[in-house]
């Protein structure tokens, strides 16, 4: 950079205020009214000659507005006038980059004035830290669109910014990179103008008769929940948990198919199969895809490296805080450390189980083959399909636009008494609410509607399976339930004040004749496994001989069973 150029752009930045005090949050357009606009031509030309050195070195939208916007309007200038300060804009701009250097000049500068350090830090408290691509902060939606291949940020007070000077609107943008934006612009521009409005309870019925065309359930009420998880995938940032969906069954039972049809139409869809680490971490924090993720028991079987780094994902990413850290190699070869959002809904299919962790995180959706006499529609991409996708998005867009703080605000204001009919435990109450909050919306009529009762009681036979489905699979609780009965049936070598002791053998025998625990070859197994229940192993003399024996309290074998297998049923 030349020194000329150098000096300039540090006078630009110290131009000294006259007059009256301007008000002004942005430090150029400050600098530029803080000018006496009475001041001689010859005199305005030399102080706006440096301030126009020091757009050189700033962003060229950013630049070409304060002279367009700013200077025109505070000194009154002609055409003739304002295109000469853009000629000149131009040519030190061109001079600017033939050094090489050419930087983002920072708008203002940090001084080491402790007063002036303490004003800098509550400037920016004001500031908002936006996902570009969807987040509500302080009452506002935002989705990222593109205007000839251009990022803008668009707002729920229809608000249209460019990400060039989201700062200059207060919002600092988490990152400046969105691959998919799905909202037309056709319905874009209409929105803006104010022409576009959407009837919430008619959208939903369209959205679930989509659905219905093309996929069969015996239960009707997965048409009712489908059609909401769709709707919120627009607005999920409102809420601080959104829930996981699993599609549980055999094949040709139209799992993969629903996710396909799902993944037109819910919030930048998309249907992984197999997908690496690095594109699941930068499409879910940067596109805030809905992942669609097919043949999910596959990731058992991958690499151990990958695999974990895609649990860490799934394990986090149903609530809103969730993130992941990771250790990047930067261009120069050295690490650092990123982070990552994991929020995003997230929908899985496959046939066997899944992991723990992730059932706690997940509504469960059991389907079945069909019948030769359930008879849906085949799916097939047209025209007619395609426009009806867009369509669709358009409104679930706007849907999200004008709703999503009447949704924020109610669900802020939600404490347990006030979900108390649900009858369901929090962690089951925080991913089914959501569903309640959109259910409300659609029934639209103030008071509990039909929606809204299915879904209470579509919840709570969910929550009921889910637990049984927990008693049958936990080891621990089976540990439990076989303990307790042997308990009941053998007589215990000895039994002092609650500790009981059993022969291993005896007890090892008992463990073999049941259900749950007869695949056990070695002793050894099941003394390794019932440590997790407080059960302890020893060796005592009985008959002039030393054998290896159980022991355990019974007030600790009543308190965890309390705790794990009451609780689950």
Same mark, same amino acid.
């Given at each position: ?21 301007? @008000? ?10 803080? !000018? ?8 305005? /030309? ?11 070195? $700033? ?58 350090? !303490? ?7 004001? !500031?908002?830290?936006?996902? %570009? ?5 302080? =009452? ?20 249209? +910014? ?8 207060? +919002? ?28 919430? %309870? ?51 039972? =139209?799992?993969? $198919? ?7 139409? /819910? ?5 992984? +199969? ?10 879910? #924090? ?35 805080? =969730? ?39 997940? +509504? ?19 025209? #007619? ?35 108390? =009919?649900?009858?369901? %435990?929090?962690?089951?109450?925080? !991913? ?8 409300? $919306? ?14 209470? @009681? ?20 089976? $540990? ?11 007589? %215990? ?12 053998? @005896? ?17 050894? /197994? ?44």
């Amino acid at each position: 950079m030349s020194k000329a150029l150098d000096t300039a752009a540090r006078e630009a930045m110290e131009i000294d205020y006259k007059g009256d005090e301007i @008000e002004c949050s942005d430090p150029w357009e400050a600098k530029i009214r803080a !000018i006496d606009p009475n001041i001689s031509a010859v005199d305005r /030309a030399k102080k706006l000659k440096t301030i126009i050195q020091g757009l050189a070195y $700033l962003d060229t939208a950013y630049a070409e507005a304060l002279i367009h916007d700013t200077i025109e309007g505070h000194f009154g200038l002609n055409d003739k006038e304002i295109r000469a300060f853009l000629t000149d804009l131009s040519r030190h701009r061109k001079i600017v980059e033939k050094t090489g250097k050419k930087q983002d000049q920072p708008a203002t500068q940090i001084s080491d004035s402790r007063d002036e350090l !303490i004003e800098q830090l509550k400037s920016e408290t004001n !500031i908002v830290a936006v996902n %570009p691509a969807q987040d509500f902060y302080n =009452g506002k939606m935002y989705f990222a669109i593109k205007i000839k291949g251009q990022p803008y940020l668009l707002s729920s007070e229809r608000e249209l +910014i460019s990400f060039e000077q989201a700062e200059k609107y207060g +919002i600092s943008l988490k990152h400046k990179i969105v691959d998919t934006t799905r909202f037309s612009p056709d319905a874009a521009a209409r929105y803006l103008e104010g022409d576009y409005r959407v009837d919430v %309870p008619e959208l939903y019925d369209r959205i679930c008769e989509y659905i219905k065309r093309f996929v069969f359930f015996t239960d009707q009420r997965w048409f009712y929940f489908l059609g909401l998880w769709v709707m919120g995938t627009y607005l999920y940032k409102v809420f601080n948990y959104y829930p996981y969906v699993w599609l549980h069954a055999e094949k040709q039972s =139209g799992k993969s $198919l629903l996710m396909k049809i799902l993944s037109r139409i /819910a919030f930048n869809g998309d249907v992984l +199969i197999h997908p690496t680490a690095a594109v699941v971490f930068r499409d879910v #924090s940067q596109n805030s895809i809905s992942m669609f993720i097919d043949e999910v028991e596959q990731l058992r079987k991958q690499d151990k490296d990958l695999h974990g780094d895609i649990m860490k994902i799934l394990n986090s990413g149903f609530e809103n805080s =969730g993130v992941v850290k990771r250790l990047e190699q930067g261009k120069g070869g050295e690490w650092v450390l990123k982070v990552y959002s994991a929020y995003s809904p997230k929908m899985f299919a496959g046939i066997n189980e899944i992991h723990d962790v992730l059932q706690d995180r997940t +509504i469960e959706i059991k389907m079945l083959r069909k019948k030769e006499d359930e008879v849906v529609e085949r799916y097939k991409e047209n025209a #007619s399909l395609l426009e009806l996708h867009r369509s669709i998005r358009d409104d679930l867009y706007v849907f999200a636009l004008a709703q999503a703080h009447k949704i924020a605000d109610v669900y802020q204001q939600l404490t347990s008494s006030t979900e108390e =009919g649900t009858g369901l %435990p929090d962690r089951e109450l925080d !991913i089914w609410e959501p569903m309640f909050l959109l259910s409300d $919306l659609v029934d639209g009529d103030g008071i509990k509607g039909v929606i809204r009762y299915s879904m209470e @009681e579509l919840s709570q036979d969910s929550t009921k399976e889910k637990h049984d489905d927990s008693l049958f699979h936990n080891e621990t609780c089976k $540990l439990l339930t076989v303990t307790k009965g042997m308990v009941e049936e053998l007589t %215990p070598l000895e039994d002092s004040n609650g500790m009981l002791v059993y022969k291993a053998d @005896e007890a090892f025998s008992y463990f073999k004749q049941s259900e749950e625990f007869s695949w056990l070859e070695r002793k050894n /197994a099941l003394t390794v496994r019932l440590k997790r229940i407080k059960v302890k192993t020893e060796r005592v003399r009985f008959d002039g001989k030393r054998i290896p024996v159980y022991k355990l309290s019974s007030a600790d074998l009543e308190d965890l069973y309390g705790r794990y297998v009451d609780r689950a049923l």
